[in-house]
């Protein structure tokens, strides 16, 4: 990412969102923006490697983020994670609210008012949050409609979540061709 992207020193935040789409470069700035917070730092890893290729992405993106940041996962119970994380850390990103929501869904006997329940339980515990949080998600709702269902359903769920969590949030980026534009920022 050039340099021109991400400040020396950050505004400070409490609670930032970063959004963007595949590839666009969220992950990245959701990074700088954490290293530019003291240390020691958390990551949260909400993904389950289903398949060998999600292992790759995720070794991948382990190496990426180097031997300074502990990883800890939270796959299905990242606001009780969240609502009392290990203390002692100076940032903890969260990467990603849409692979959360994912696991979510495809649990067995998961229902929608349930999984609005959780993103509600989320919201209020980032609310809350004393430690500064950078979560990162896929915005998804700029595509055409879904065909089937359950991708209708994972799209309106994913914009519900979003909102509540910008509710929340003093900070939310939204990244494009790894460029990050700046939608809220309250100081």
């Known amino acids: 990412m050039p340099d021109c992207v991400m400040k020396k020193n950050p505004e ?8 963007g789409g595949a590839r666009s470069g969220k992950s990245r700035y959701a990074l700088n923006l954490a290293e530019s917070l003291p240390a020691p730092r958390l990551f949260v890893a909400t993904c389950e490697p289903r398949d060998a290729e999600m292992q790759a992405r ?18 299905l119970d990242l606001p009780d994670f969240l609502a009392a994380p290990p203390d002692g850390y100076g940032v903890i990103l969260v990467d990603c609210l849409t692979m959360w929501l994912s696991n979510l869904m495809l ?43 359950l991708a209708r359903a994972f799209r309106d769920q994913a914009g519900w979540l979003h909102q ?13 061709a790894g460029l990050p534009i700046v939608i809220k920022s309250e100081q």
Request: glycine residues 8%.
């Open 12 to 19: 400070t935040f409490r609670l930032a969102l970063v959004l």
């Open 58 to 75: 995720i070794e991948n993106h382990q190496q990426e983020r180097g031997p300074d940041w502990e990883t800890r996962e939270a796959c």
């Open 107 to 149: 649990k067995e006997g998961a229902d929608p008012d349930g999984i609005r329940a959780a993103g509600e339980r989320l919201a209020q515990t980032l609310a809350a949050a004393r430690t500064p949080i950078i979560l990162v998600s896929n915005e998804v709702g700029w595509g055409i409609v879904p065909d089937n269902p």
């Open 164 to 176: 509540r969590v910008a509710e929340v949030a003093d900070r939310v980026v939204l990244v494009a």
